[in-house]
């Protein structure tokens, strides 16, 4: 009986580990009471912020002003911010979270987000939040959309609605990561299209993804929307990479 309640009570934690970690899923501490981010304050504490001074447009770090890559490329996206850097225990979480399927994981990445939305109220200011579209065949391997799960964790805070599935992807492409930066901005050039541009005509939209890197794809879905009538495209994401 007592090996019973033994085994009995290591499988509940296990179970609840799966979905509700007990663990840091960083360094595998155990959580302290009440934590419902799963990284515990030591991991959390080792995140890197992004702070002032960034680039007034783009949100590049260690920038005053308007950065030169703004200045010579059009960003049709009005501003761009990331909750952090695309280092360390942040980048840990979005890999574990986009590859490794702890869906989870989405929790910690909207609380850091919502922190900096809290900083710049102007981007909570939309009449709509979209997700980043992956194309379906790759929506289809990995079994969700990353972006989508952040949309809809920042939907519930904020109180706006998502628009999913109007704004997609018109032809499958090599992943942004892969690619040099000079060959990026081509990668990703004409391949979002919008089904019913009168969902967005005149709306203000706040545009959500995982990770900026050279900021060619939320600059690519800004046109589009933008061309579909937004009246402004504000850009939010978890981190920054570059």
Do not use: W
């Not at 990331?82 to 225990?89: K, P, Q, R, S």
């Not at 499958?172 to 004409?190: F, W």
Request: charged share 25%; hydrophobic share 40%.
């Amino acid at each position: 009986m007592k090996f019973g309640a033994i085994n009995f009570r290591a499988f509940t934690e296990a179970f609840l580990n799966l979905f509700f970690p007990l663990f840091c899923v960083i360094c595998n501490e155990p959580l302290e009471p009440g934590n419902r981010v799963f990284l515990c304050s030591g991991c959390l504490a080792q995140v890197k912020r992004m702070r002032k001074p960034v680039c007034e447009k783009c949100g590049r770090p260690d920038c005053t002003g308007v950065c030169k890559e703004c200045r010579k490329t059009h960003q049709y996206y009005s501003i761009a911010r990331a909750a952090g850097i695309y280092d360390g225990v942040l980048r840990e979480c979005i890999h574990k979270l986009k590859y490794g399927r702890e869906l989870y994981l989405a929790k910690i990445l909207v609380s850091l987000m919502v922190d900096t939305l809290k900083e710049l109220p102007e981007l909570a200011q939309g009449d709509l939040i979209i997700p980043v579209p992956l194309h379906r065949v790759r929506e289809r391997e990995r079994g969700f959309n990353q972006a989508y799960l952040l949309t809809k964790g920042i939907s519930n805070v904020l109180k706006i609605g998502v628009s999913s599935g109007n704004l997609g992807r018109v032809r499958e492409t090599t992943p942004q990561i892969d690619l040099p930066r000079s060959v990026r901005l081509s990668n990703v050039r004409g391949i979002f299209g919008v089904r019913d541009s009168s969902e967005f005509n005149g709306k203000k939209l706040l545009l959500i993804d995982d990770v900026f890197t050279t900021g060619s794809t939320v600059n690519e879905c800004s046109k589009t929307l933008i061309e579909a009538g937004a009246s402004k495209v504000s850009v939010l994401t978890a981190a920054r990479g570059e």
